[in-house]
């Protein structure tokens, strides 16, 4: 059983950065493709960006160059960089891990953390 937590949400004014970050325990992490995802109130989860085990990354056009996806696979951690931060960011972001070495394999999510962009 794979576990994900997520860190690093808050408050921040447009134009603001964050750094979210994800620990990933209980399993061997370079097995998982991870993704981070989001959600706004009254609006379906979207994925933000993904990075698969070797490092090849994708992102939502919302995202893409303001945001970096990166992880560490020596400490289990994946990392979301956010720059230019807009009103539009605000949601709770999720970090998704999704096994790889089997088709249609289990995927995991943590709990969320809260990004909120105000003035």
């Known amino acids: 059983q794979l576990r994900l937590v997520e860190s690093g949400g808050g408050l921040v004014q447009p134009g603001g950065s964050l750094r979210l970050a994800c620990v990933v325990s209980?399993?061997?992490?370079?097995?998982?493709?991870m993704r981070w995802y989001r959600q706004a109130p009254g609006k379906e989860r979207e994925l933000v960006a993904g990075?698969?085990?070797?490092?090849?990354?994708n992102y939502a056009d919302s995202g893409k160059g303001r945001f970096t996806i990166s992880r560490d696979n020596a400490n289990n951690m994946l990392y979301l960089q956010m720059n230019s931060l807009k009103f539009e960011d605000t949601a709770v972001y999720y970090c998704?891990?999704?096994?790889?070495?089997?088709?249609?394999?289990?995927?995991?999510w943590g709990r969320g953390t809260q990004v909120t962009v105000s003035s």
């Open positions: 998704n891990a999704a096994f790889r070495l089997v088709a249609g394999g289990p995927v995991y």
């Open positions: 209980g399993s061997t992490f370079i097995n998982y493709d």
């Open positions: 990075i698969t085990t070797a490092g090849n990354t």
